[in-house]
């Protein structure tokens, strides 16, 4: 078998996450992600769904350019919040804002199906054949603005996004089974946090401010909706 090129850079990253989550312990509570979370990001080949021009970088613990102007996040944030959302495996995931496919293919490692929203049609497509080529199964896409969710496969166990709102959108509280929980970015572009809501058995929301954080926003909700990638 070929020796991974990427080793030793993987096994710096994982080094680098744990360090992070150590050092962010004192806002998120928890000192060290779960185990899971931990297995399914050394195990998604980040090479694989970015642009082949920063592949030598894939490993490196930072955000990088994927093109249209849009990131793939910091693999420590996209550890962070997929460990914030305790996935479980029979659970129906949602994610806003797809890229290239990198954060739904970790959710695809621990849920049961993922539904993921991208409004770039050139990403979306672009994410559709890097999944494809990793085998998962048990990912939908559609283009479309993730504002609007995506009702036809609601209520969801969990809803995660990657894009920030002003405000947490109403039709995102709407489709996140009682019970359920979303982790997402919310604020202005200069003054954003991290924000965990969870809805209860009876469907009231509680909400956690977490750390600082700057992503893109998400778009215009007065753009179109879904149509199929």
């Given at each position: ?152 496969h609601a209520p969801f166990d969990k809803i995660i996004a990657t894009a920030a709102p002003d405000l947490i959108p109403p039709p995102l509280i709407y489709q996140l089974k009682p019970g359920g929980r979303m982790v997402l970015p919310v604020g202005l572009p200069d003054d954003q946090h991290l924000i965990v809501v969870d809805k209860d058995r009876d469907g009231r929301l509680t909400t956690k401010e977490l750390l600082k954080v ?16």
């Open positions: 078998m070929a020796a991974d090129p990427f080793d030793a850079q993987r096994r710096h990253l994982m080094a680098a996450i744990r360090i992070h989550s150590q050092l962010a312990a004192s806002t998120t509570g928890k000192p060290a992600l779960d185990d899971r979370v931990m297995d399914a990001i050394a195990k998604v080949p980040r090479h694989e769904f970015v642009p082949v021009e920063v592949q030598p970088m894939a490993y490196a613990n930072a955000p990088l350019p994927i093109g249209h102007g849009k990131t793939i996040s910091q693999p420590f944030i996209v550890a962070m919040m997929t460990d914030l959302l305790d996935i479980r495996p029979d659970d129906w995931v949602l994610e806003i804002g797809t890229g290239l496919g990198y954060q739904a293919a970790i959710l695809a490692e621990l849920a049961g199906a993922v539904y993921s929203v991208e409004l770039i049609e050139d990403l979306a497509k672009s994410a559709k054949r890097r999944l494809e080529r990793q085998g998962y199964t048990n990912i939908r896409l559609r283009v479309g603005n993730g504002f609007h969710g995506w009702s036809e700057r992503f893109s926003l998400l778009d215009d909700p007065e753009q179109p909706a879904l149509r199929p990638s």
